[in-house]
């Protein structure tokens, strides 16, 4: 691990600390409870995560008023965010009965992401790998599920490699691309990309957060009051940014997911 070195000047003379870095470290998860391998930071803050989603969608649609107010008006704005800008694009006529997933995923995620910034939690789900993994692969079976369903065996595969109106010659090279497009890298990058931004802005976040804290309080010294004001500044400029991605990540998850779905209805998407 790189480390860098900082002089600090005292009474008696020069002492040499060494500050190190943040690094994978931050995502180490041992079991909350001992001899309870399963129940990890990350796994707690999931299950939290959900719950926080069950009792918002329930308190704001459970008994709707005619005008809304407070958490339903709440509520509402989301929904008609969601439904505007990620199902109807994607759903056409078929997004109000796909609402209630679409509407789930992106809240859900959106959680997830600010479990990162949020005090004392501090930490995002979503930069575990294993939690992505698991929501993409859902889409991606149910993805797999409607186009057979809906378009058969046969013809959802052929959909897929073989988009009518091209040359035949042309199928030899654009048949295995679409295989590997929508059947392996698709859910792979929907999963990654989620992951990578919540990972690397973790660690950012981390850095700018540790820079200031051992600057300006554990090793305060003329040269190290600078810096650590700039660390403490970055800090809160990347925690504004951070918190930006972490609603577009949400976004952009909720939208690819109702591009696939979309996909397996209609095979002329």
């Known amino acids: 691990m790189n480390t860098l070195t900082v002089l600090a000047s005292g009474a008696s003379g020069a002492s040499e600390d060494v500050f190190t870095p943040p690094g994978l470290e931050l995502f180490d998860a041992p079991p909350l409870i001992a001899g309870v391998t399963w129940l990890t930071k990350p796994v707690l803050l999931a299950i939290l995560s959900t719950l926080i989603v069950v009792v918002f969608c329930w308190s704001a649609f459970a008994k709707p008023k005619l005008v809304p107010r407070g958490i339903q008006n709440v509520g509402e704005m989301g929904y008609m965010f969601v439904r505007d800008q990620v199902a ?62 809906h378009q058969g065996p046969i013809g959802y595969f052929k959909n897929m490699m073989f988009p009518p109106g091209l040359p035949k010659p042309i199928y030899f090279l654009l048949a295995p691309i679409e295989f590997l497009s929508n059947l392996i890298i698709a859910p792979f990058t929907h999963a990654v990309r989620l992951f990578a931004n919540m990972f690397a802005g973790h660690i950012i976040l981390a850095f700018f957060s540790l820079v200031g804290f051992w600057f300006v309080f554990e090793k305060l010294t003329p040269l190290g009051a600078g810096l650590g004001v700039v660390g403490v500044v970055m800090t809160i400029a990347m925690t504004g940014f951070e918190m930006f991605i972490q609603f577009l990540q949400a976004f952009l998850f909720a939208m690819l997911a109702a591009m696939y779905i979309g996909n397996s209805l209609h095979a002329d998407h």
């Not at 910034?117 to 859902?138: D, E, G, M, R, Y």
């Open 88 to 149: 109807r694009p994607f759903l056409g006529k078929d997004a109000d009965r796909w609402m209630g997933l679409l509407l789930s995923i992106f809240f859900l995620v959106w959680i997830w992401n600010l479990m990162g910034v949020i005090p004392l939690l501090q930490f995002p789900v979503a930069s575990h790998i294993a939690f992505p993994i698991v929501l993409a692969a859902t889409i991606y079976v149910l993805k797999i599920y409607l186009g057979i369903k």
